[in-house]
């Protein structure tokens, strides 16, 4: 099985935002089940056992401490059943922001096109004009006095 080092890099801001999460026990013989495309990110943590599992065509044996993460536009399937008791952690969450796979060197998104796509201050969004407010520092309420407590 191949141990493919790659990184995915997520454009931030806006952060990705969590879906859902949940705990699995396989059974000796059980199986991740095959899913093609499912439009979301699977990070899969492994805490005992070993998942046997392929995306496209690189296949994983994950173990006991160590991480995967699916990604939302390919095909994940069963390598292998497994041969002990596999316990893991699931995470699915998505992002609206870009997101690209490298092999080695770090991947940057332009940052004037990202920074005009994301951020909404009224300086950046390439829209809106921009407005000053005056805001008084202190404001004071007209109205009642207060009278101190009597001793």
Same mark, same amino acid.
């Given at each position: 099985? *191949? =141990?493919?080092?790659?990184?995915?890099?997520?454009?931030?801001?806006?952060? &990705?935002?969590?879906? /859902?999460?949940?705990? @699995?026990?396989?059974?000796?013989?059980?199986?991740?089940?095959?899913?093609?495309?499912?439009?979301?990110?699977?990070?899969?943590?492994?805490?005992?056992?070993?998942?046997?599992?392929?995306?496209?065509?690189?296949?994983?044996?994950?173990?006991?401490?160590? *991480? =995967?993460?699916?990604?939302?536009?390919?095909?994940?399937?069963?390598?292998? &059943?497994?041969?002990? /008791?596999?316990?893991? @952690?699931?995470?699915?969450?998505?992002?609206?922001?870009?997101?690209?796979?490298?092999?080695?060197?770090?991947?940057?998104?332009?940052?004037?096109?990202?920074?005009?796509?994301?951020?909404?201050?009224?300086?950046?969004?390439?829209?809106?004009?921009?407005? *000053?407010?005056?805001?008084?520092?202190?404001?004071?309420?007209?109205?009642?006095?207060?009278?101190?407590? /009597?001793?």
């Amino acid at each position: 099985m *191949t =141990l493919n080092s790659s990184y995915i890099h997520l454009a931030a801001p806006p952060f &990705p935002y969590f879906l /859902e999460c949940g705990r @699995t026990v396989y059974l000796p013989g059980d199986q991740h089940p095959n899913r093609s495309r499912m439009g979301k990110f699977d990070l899969i943590i492994v805490e005992q056992g070993c998942l046997h599992i392929g995306e496209e065509h690189t296949e994983w044996a994950v173990g006991a401490g160590h *991480t =995967l993460l699916l990604l939302p536009d390919r095909y994940h399937y069963s390598v292998q &059943p497994c041969e002990a /008791e596999t316990i893991f @952690t699931w995470v699915h969450f998505h992002t609206v922001g870009e997101w690209t796979e490298s092999a080695g060197e770090p991947v940057y998104a332009d940052r004037e096109t990202h920074f005009r796509q994301f951020l909404t201050h009224p300086l950046y969004h390439p829209y809106s004009p921009v407005r *000053t407010a005056t805001c008084p520092l202190r404001t004071e309420r007209p109205g009642r006095a207060v009278a101190a407590a /009597e001793p």
